[in-house]
DNA sequence: CTGTTAGCGCATTCAC
DNA sequence: GTGAATGCGCTAACAG
């Protein structure tokens, strides 16, 4: 039974109870196979009697590890983070690991603040997550604990950094609309200020170098929006009447565009094929057709970001600086290729 | 200077360097007014140079309290429960207390599990967050901390539960459609599996009542997605193409019919008005025109919840049982009033 | 196989 | 003002 309102029952209550010594309880409740098994019957039963709840604070103090890490990120808001955030909880979860979340809400002073926190509870790693793939500051070296910057890498090379390979993107954008026998291809990107609209320009500029094909008229830039994808749709159609694909910087800017086409009676994918980015479901699937596009794969990324943290924690040397860049994956649908 | 790899100094560690005992050292630190100022000036520049860090575990250890609380989500991956979240961590942060991210995926195994785990940890509280608004098995009694339940209630009404209050916001859309001058209103719904979609269809035909006026046509049921919003406004539209006002049981929902809305080559909101739910600013910032919704203020959800833990650690005796239901605002954009 | 002892790092009595 | 002792709950050595 336990009594609401406290966590009651410790060790030695279980052990007097079971009328035997702390340490006999503890290694009875701990599976160690130095008890008689009558004993180790008598004590779980005790323990699960009186709702005994071991206390991981004691055993952390004692261990010298607590079995948490700090998640920090920059920004809760930003879509991206939370894929991130699903596998990292996930791959920790699964080793006993418990997760700290704190949002610093883009603030240089509240993350020092949470840093300072985590460290007093004795985390032994810490991932940070930001919410753009533009490199961020780095926490500092010297730090007692392993640290792993994901989506938005440090700008120390010391550190370790995760982060989708956006030039690959690019690449993969492109090639799949060449690959579906297009030739005049469009390109509408994001805000100019990120480095995710400029690697993505990049990987699809070589995509078609590589196959000596020009990208028709310049990569457009602006904001992250519907509207701007409608309104770059709308210019570079007036202005380039033979594009028979748009390639667009993410899913939003696709949608715009696939309501350009629609209003200016161009089928999709028939007459445009239309590629979006982050492959976000919301916008993908609910659009007239659905959506292509290319998948960061981020919930991976968050996965990785974790056992980066637990080799770093079980090999101290063993931890890989630098920036790795996450393969990204082609999700096909509708608005690349026809449905039947 | 910190030494990477480990967390080295303990308060010991400063008390030496400082030639003070450990008492000392902690009420030096701690601030007590029990200590001669010289005193305390030399210990906290010992700490400082030594990079002394504060070991919470054993704090907590003493004080019966470890300052963290639990959050357990039955499914990260719902949109509705991010806002809560963040809502909660920045109650909590405020207040020195760290939070412990736990995510069940739907799963009651995994949730036990995960519950086992917070209990070890000995957080001092629980917030509850499920995907919907319909009821949810409780946790049980008898738990040895306080527990909130947000956005999805327990089933046990002895257990404290907080959700939007959607037949006030189903009132509340109505009543805007009716101050707008709309008079011959039809309403479109998703997945009548969610006790979301009846709640608002309530409080819909509520507000209608009040005014005299029936709904026209009946309250159409499928799916939350834009498609079943292009196709039953599409239904709508056939049968009562008197309609002045369409209210929708999301904001997806809206999109779709805004998009029927203008393949039928009716204007929005000038021929008729449309309305969405959930304040989801991708969906309704974005459509054109931009979306009036109704905010059910998850991140205030998430703050009260964090307060009412609060509360009840602090007072064991104030937990106000049952389900209280919060208020929800409305946002008004230009698919309900033009703009100028 | 079982029990006794020591201590993880810290805050808190209580003497001095 | 300061310091020596006590114990939070637990596990790891050792002795019996």
Redesign the interface.
């Known amino acids: ?8 029952s410790t060790l030695s209550d279980v052990a007097k109870r079971a009328h035997v010594s702390l340490a006999t309880a503890s290694k009875a409740l701990n599976g160690r196979d130095d008890v008689a098994e009558a004993t180790r019957a008598r004590v779980l039963a005790v323990a699960d009697e009186i709702g005994f ?6 055993r ?2 004692l261990a010298g590890r ?1 079995g ?1 890490v700090g ?1 920090m990120t920059s920004d ?2 930003g ?1 991206f983070v ?1 894929p991130i ?2 596998g990292a ?2 791959a920790f ?1 699964a080793g ?1 690991v ?6 610093a809400r883009g603030d240089a002073i ?1 993350e020092q603040h ?1 840093l ?7 985390v032994d790693g810490i991932i940070v997550v930001g919410r753009q793939t533009d490199p961020r500051p780095s926490l500092g ?5 392993p640290v792993v910057y994901a989506y938005a890498p440090s700008d120390d090379p010391a550190d370790v950094s995760l982060t989708p390979d956006n030039v690959a993107g690019g690449r993969l954008a492109i090639n799949h609309l060449l690959a579906c026998g297009r030739t005049k291809i469009g390109l509408i990107n994001g805000d100019p200020a990120y480095a995710a609209a400029h690697d993505r320009t990049t990987g699809a500029l070589e995509a078609l170098a590589a196959a000596g094909l020009p990208l028709v008229g310049q990569p457009l830039y602006s904001e992250w ?3 701007w994808g ?1 309104d770059a749709a709308a210019v570079l159609l007036a202005n380039h009447p033979e594009i028979d694909a748009i390639m667009c910087g993410s899913d ?1 800017l696709a ?2 565009v696939l ?1 350009t086409a629609r209003d200016l009676g161009r089928r999709v994918p028939e007459d445009i094929a239309v590629i979006g980015y982050d492959n976000w479901d ?2 993908t ?4 057709p659905e959506l292509t596009s290319i998948d960061p794969n981020l919930q991976e990324l968050g996965r990785e970001a974790a056992r980066r943290v637990f080799q770093a924690i079980d090999d ?1 040397g063993a931890r890989r600086s630098g920036t790795t860049y996450l393969p990204v994956r082609l999700m096909i649908r509708g608005s690349t290729v026809p449905r039947r």
């Open positions: 039974m336990k009594q609401p309102g406290s966590y009651p709840v071991p206390n991981a604070l004691a952390s103090l607590s948490t998640l809760l808001v879509r939370l955030l699903m909880e996930d979860g006993q418990n997760v700290f979340l704190c949002d509240r949470h300072r926190a985590l460290l007093n509870r004795r070296g010297g730090l007692p604990v929006t519907e509207h409608r939003q949608r715009g309501d919301v916008l699937t609910n659009s007239r101290a």
